[in-house]
């Protein structure tokens, strides 16, 4: 089993940036990924961006040039930092690892307001 805690969400003006922390905890040696999903209103989960073992990062074509994934020197904390936030950045994020399985943190918010 694998536990993923975040923080870091709130509300930001537009144009502000934010950084979320993911720090995960249990069964970690089998993590194999990691990264960060968001779900907004009316819309359907997707991926933000995700960072392999190896350190390989992938990102939504959206988010390209403004947020950036990276992993503490522990390697079970993952951050996502958020520049440049747009309104339509505003959901519920959330912190996912892949071992076996997927496992899922329990969100933060995010609202950039306009």
């Known amino acids: 089993q694998v536990q993923l805690v975040e923080s870091g969400g709130g509300l930001v003006q537009a144009g502000g940036s934010l950084r979320l922390s993911c720090v995960a905890s249990g069964s970690i040696f089998g993590i194999t990924r990691m990264g960060w999903y968001r779900h907004a209103p009316g819309e359907q989960r997707e991926l933000v961006a995700d960072i392999s073992r190896d350190d390989s990062t992938k990102y939504a074509d959206s988010v390209k040039g403004r947020f950036t994934i990276s992993r503490g020197n522990a390697k079970n904390t993952v951050y996502l930092q958020m520049n440049s936030l747009k309104p339509e950045d505003t959901a519920v994020y959330y912190c996912?690892?892949?071992?076996?399985?997927?496992?899922w943190g329990q969100g933060t918010l995010v609202t950039v307001s306009s």
């Open positions: 996912n690892a892949n071992t076996y399985r997927e496992f």
